[in-house]
């Protein structure tokens, strides 16, 4: 099993209102629904466990992905490509790491 994480904070006067309710009503719903997709979740980091200061990212995706090849097929659909233009309009540079249980 794949798993892509992504990692980023908002741009400046992005609002956290706004991106979450995309996130929750339109973003989720639809990356859940690709057959290539096992689970994909957004989250908002709350803290450190260990250390003092704030994390340095402000959300975390992850995305289990069974098939990498099926993945990149559905990512090109209109749905997945209008989602990801609207994920730029909040994310500041988001880092999109692919990771393997090991």
Known sequence: MNTVIVLFNLK???SVADYEKWAREQD???????????RFE?????????????PPYEYIEIIRVPDMAAFGADMAGE???AGAAQLQKFADNPIFILAESI
């Open 28 to 38: 989720v719903p639809t990356v859940n629904a690709l057959a290539s997709v096992d």
């Open 12 to 14: 400046p006067g992005a």
């Open 42 to 54: 957004v989250l908002r980091a709350n803290g450190l466990l260990i250390g003092e200061g704030k």
């Open 79 to 81: 749905a997945v490509q």
